[in-house]
């Protein structure tokens, strides 16, 4: 069974700072991607980003510049650094993981959510 652990998030002011944390746990083979989702309030879960165990990173737009996805292959862990936040970046955070449990299964892995809000 894997379980991808979450940390991190809270409430902010507009222009501050936040870091997220994540870990899988659990029978891993090996894991391809990791990287954090967001959903607001009646919106669509979207991409924030992603990263490849070899390091290419992926970024929504909306956040370039500003997020920053980190990863530790050797710990199965990924984080994701916030800055200069904004009010529209308020949303319930999800971590990602694209994995095989075992040499001859892979699948979509998602983590409990995590409340960021940044107040103007």
């Known amino acids: 069974q894997v379980q991808l652990v979450g940390s991190g998030g809270g409430l902010v002011q507009a222009g501050g700072s936040l870091r997220l944390s994540c870990a899988a746990f659990g029978n891993i083979f090996s894991i391809m991607v990791m990287g954090w989702y967001r959903q607001a309030p009646g919106k669509r879960r979207e991409l924030v980003g992603t990263?490849?165990?070899?390091?290419?990173?992926n970024y929504a737009d909306s956040v370039k510049g500003r997020f920053t996805i980190s990863r530790d292959n050797a710990k199965n862990t990924v984080a994701l650094q916030m800055n200069s936040l904004k009010p529209e970046d308020t949303a319930v955070y999800y971590c990602?993981?694209?994995?095989?449990?075992?040499?001859?299964?892979?699948?979509?892995?998602w983590g409990q959510g995590t409340q960021v809000t940044v107040s103007s």
């Open positions: 990263i490849t165990s070899g390091g290419t990173k």
């Open positions: 990602y993981a694209n994995l095989r449990p075992s040499r001859y299964i892979r699948g979509d892995y």
